[in-house]
């Protein structure tokens, strides 16, 4: 049988195993109480899953699959060491701050909430923003009542703070 109808080509081929969300140089890995239980709650899922991996040698790409997950967890590893947890009660009330709950109103009048968090957290269709996101640097440090103006691709908007929790 000819080597192309087998899977020992996989073999050559590149591990490419998809990285998390980057912290640029020098930043600093804030994260939320929730944000660091979910870190730590998806390294116990990898190791299970590595535990069951390892546990069925008859796959035939087992040791791919285990070599991604090795990495996967290698990297989750790093980024819970590297983890600054900020406890949102624990910062003032009347400013923007990390693991705030913000109300702004756009233009138009419609309001849109939003909460500051950690990168591996971040989540847009749940309204959670990275910190280090254009619109949660804009809202950092501003008060209820305060116009921030956030540059987007369909040009300036401007934002007003309406309630911060």
């Known amino acids: 049988m000819s080597k192309a109808f087998t899977k020992d080509d996989a073999a050559d081929e590149p ?4 990285s998390r969300r980057p ?5 600093t890995n804030y994260v939320t109480p929730r944000g660091l239980e979910s870190l730590r709650a998806e390294l116990h899922r990898l190791n299970s899953e590595r535990l069951e991996l390892a546990a069925t040698p008859s796959d035939p790409d087992r040791a791919l699959q285990l070599a991604a997950l090795h990495a996967r967890i290698r990297e989750l590893e790093e980024r819970i060491a590297s983890a600054v947890q900020v406890d949102p009660g624990a910062q003032p009330r009347d400013e923007v701050r990390f ?11 419609v309001e849109r909430h939003y909460e500051i968090v950690g990168v591996d957290e971040a989540d847009a269709t749940s309204g959670r923003v990275a910190f280090l996101a254009p619109l949660a640097r804009a809202l950092l440090g501003r008060r209820v009542g305060e116009v921030v103006t ?3 691709p ?3 908007e401007e934002l007003e703070v309406m309630a911060i929790e």
């Open 150 to 152: 956030l540059r987007t």
């Open 23 to 27: 912290l640029p140089a020098g930043a």
């Open 154 to 156: 369909r040009g300036e």
């Open 99 to 109: 693991g705030a709950r913000v109300t702004v109103r756009g233009e138009a009048g």
């Open 15 to 18: 591990l490419v195993v998809p």
